[in-house]
């Protein structure tokens, strides 16, 4: 079997065109998804709402559940679709939904954290604002998933899973929290991860239209067809490059701490001797060092020191805290956190202060509070029986012998002007209009 054989053997799995559904159908399905009205628009607001929400709790499972039902993918997938295929006018549909869509999330997104009560950056919220080159690829890889699954037959659940993988709602929500809450950085670095999203799902799927040679519609001018090409290159290129630096800063960052603890292991490490903590400072190029235990030899600091060359830390200098001095960082570590444990405390002791304080007052107010509905009614009580003289209003607590059980209720004390009395219809009037004032169910008129 020769190469080209070979080649051609493995190339009968790869092929998509056996699966490929009728491209007119696919065309039609995506152009029907660009647009933004009614319901698609609803479901929108809906779905950002439910992101904001689940960024806010930092609930994982909330904003996974906006992302599957959120429309947004329609217009990116439709702009990645038009460039592949040459159509100027649904791209121009395309971008001006997907601008519009955009402006109603973010506002959407403002208008949620601007009066929610719950206002400190979770850590669901702050991993969406500070994209770097994996979060590109994950985007072309979701975009290419997603294309190649609307395009051929048995879709399965891979629809569901390129929204979930992409991630286009959570970001518009968090650059929504970055303008309600004055965090530039945030809005900006959120959007910045939604806008290699976009792109890179429109690049995969434009990638998708042409691997699966989708008919082309011909420019009438070849500069045209160019100068559209090369807008779309500079637009990848300006997208991808700032990601690309944030990931080398990243990568670099975790080499020079694996470095750090490569030579803390090799070089310092020793029987008896344990390494508490370290900390690199930058700014005046030292590496601390904090060992209790066997103290490290002056010898061994001056080799250690020689030899931090060949881990990459030629500029740094080595300074280790050992013996009274890492003693000294202990009693310290120690009187902060005894300081924190009995600030703790004492905030406690507060709250617990507080409650009861403010149990007491309610009790206080509860018995206080029949003594001023006796003067308010008092006017209208001697306008309704005139025939009372005196009127006492108060809780009562009644105690059984035999049980444990108490029992509240208010007692109205009534005494009439000489030999006058109330009638029994009198009464039971009475009865039902202080219920009505002091509003309860549980009165005992007692008429002297």
Same mark, same amino acid.
Request: charge should be positive.
């Given at each position: 079997?020769?190469?080209?054989?070979?080649?051609?053997?493995?190339?009968i799995?790869?092929?998509?065109?056996?699966?490929?559904?009728?491209?007119?159908?696919?065309?039609?399905?995506?152009?029907?998804?660009?647009?933004?009205?009614?319901?698609?628009?609803?479901?929108?607001i809906?779905?950002?709402?439910i992101?904001?929400?689940g960024?806010?709790?930092?609930?994982?499972?909330?904003?996974i559940?906006?992302?599957?039902?959120?429309?947004?993918?329609?217009?990116?997938?439709?702009?990645g679709?038009?460039?592949?295929i040459?159509?100027f006018?649904l791209?121009k549909?395309?971008?001006?939904?997907?601008?519009?869509?955009?402006?109603?999330?973010?506002?959407?997104?403002?208008?949620y954290?601007?009066?929610?009560?719950?206002?400190?950056?979770?850590?669901?919220?702050?991993?969406?604002?500070?994209?770097?080159?994996?979060?590109?690829?994950?985007?072309?890889?979701?975009?290419?998933?997603?294309?190649?699954?609307?395009c051929?037959?048995?879709?399965?659940n891979?629809i569901?899973?390129?929204?979930?993988?992409?991630?286009?709602?959570?970001?518009?929500?968090?650059a929504?929290?970055?303008?309600?809450?004055?965090?530039l950085?945030?809005?900006?670095?959120?959007?910045?991860l939604?806008?290699?999203n976009?792109?890179?799902?429109?690049?995969?799927?434009?990638?998708?239209?042409?691997?699966?040679?989708?008919?082309?519609n %011909? #420019?009438?001018?070849?500069? !045209?067809?160019?100068?559209r090409? @090369?807008i779309?290159?500079?637009?990848? $290129?300006?997208? *991808?490059?700032?990601?690309?630096?944030?990931?080398?800063?990243?990568?670099?960052q975790?080499?020079f701490?694996?470095?750090?603890?490569?030579?803390i292991?090799?070089?310092?490490?020793?029987?008896g001797?344990?390494i508490?903590?370290?900390?690199v400072?930058?700014?005046?190029l030292k590496?601390?060092?904090?060992?209790?235990?066997?103290?490290?030899?002056?010898?061994?600091?001056?080799?250690?020191?020689?030899?931090?060359?060949?881990?990459?830390?030629?500029?740094y200098?080595?300074?280790?805290?050992?013996?009274?001095?890492?003693d000294?960082?202990?009693v310290?570590?120690?009187?902060?956190?005894?300081?924190?444990?009995?600030?703790?405390?004492e905030?406690?002791?507060?709250?617990?202060?507080?409650?009861?304080?403010?149990?007491?007052?309610?009790?206080l107010? %509860? #018995?206080?509070?029949?003594? !001023?509905?006796?003067?308010?009614i @008092?006017?209208?009580?001697?306008?309704? $029986?005139?025939? *009372?003289?005196?009127?006492?209003?108060?809780?009562?607590?009644?105690?059984?012998?035999?049980?444990?059980?108490l029992?509240?209720?208010?007692?109205?004390?009534?005494?009439?002007?000489?030999?006058?009395?109330?009638?029994k219809?009198?009464?039971?009037k009475?009865?039902?209009?202080?219920?009505?004032?002091a509003?309860?169910?549980?009165?005992?008129?007692?008429i002297?």
């Amino acid at each position: 079997m020769t190469i080209r054989e070979a080649i051609e053997r493995v190339g009968i799995y790869f092929n998509l065109m056996p699966d490929k559904e009728d491209e007119q159908t696919i065309v039609t399905q995506i152009t029907e998804g660009v647009s933004f009205r009614g319901a698609s628009l609803w479901v929108l607001i809906f779905a950002i709402f439910i992101a904001s929400l689940g960024l806010n709790v930092n609930s994982t499972a909330v904003i996974i559940g906006a992302m599957l039902i959120s429309p947004l993918m329609g217009p990116i997938v439709g702009m990645g679709l038009a460039v592949g295929i040459n159509d100027f006018e649904l791209l121009k549909r395309a971008v001006k939904n997907f601008g519009v869509a955009t402006l109603i999330s973010v506002l959407t997104a403002t208008a949620y954290f601007l009066v929610s009560p719950l206002s400190e950056a979770q850590s669901e919220l702050l991993a969406r604002t500070s994209p770097t080159l994996y979060d590109v690829l994950i985007a072309f890889c979701g975009g290419a998933a997603g294309i190649i699954a609307l395009c051929t037959r048995g879709k399965g659940n891979v629809i569901p899973g390129v929204a979930i993988a992409t991630a286009l709602m959570p970001p518009l929500c968090t650059a929504g929290f970055g303008l309600a809450t004055g965090h530039l950085l945030y809005f900006l670095g959120a959007f910045y991860l939604f806008f290699i999203n976009t792109v890179f799902i429109a690049l995969a799927t434009y990638f998708g239209v042409r691997f699966m040679k989708f008919h082309k519609n %011909e #420019y009438q001018s070849s500069k !045209k067809a160019i100068r559209r090409r @090369r807008i779309l290159v500079s637009i990848v $290129f300006v997208t *991808i490059l700032p990601a690309a630096y944030m990931t080398l800063r990243i990568v670099q960052q975790d080499i020079f701490e694996n470095s750090v603890r490569r030579f803390i292991k090799a070089e310092l490490t020793q029987r008896g001797t344990q390494i508490i903590s370290n900390y690199v400072d930058k700014d005046s190029l030292k590496l601390r060092v904090v060992a209790v235990g066997r103290e490290i030899s002056t010898a061994t600091q001056v080799e250690a020191q020689r030899r931090m060359k060949q881990y990459g830390l030629a500029n740094y200098d080595l300074r280790i805290i050992q013996g009274t001095q890492s003693d000294s960082v202990f009693v310290l570590s120690n009187q902060l956190t005894s300081l924190t444990t009995s600030r703790e405390s004492e905030q406690k002791q507060l709250l617990q202060l507080s409650s009861e304080n403010s149990h007491l007052t309610k009790q206080l107010n %509860e #018995y206080k509070q029949y003594e !001023k509905l006796a003067t308010e009614i @008092r006017p209208e009580l001697a306008s309704l $029986f005139p025939q *009372i003289s005196k009127f006492a209003l108060q809780r009562m607590v009644e105690v059984n012998r035999d049980s444990i059980d108490l029992h509240s209720y208010v007692m109205a004390i009534i005494q009439t002007e000489g030999k006058t009395s109330l009638s029994k219809e009198e009464v039971g009037k009475l009865h039902n209009w202080l219920s009505a004032r002091a509003k309860t169910d549980s009165l005992i008129v007692i008429i002297n």
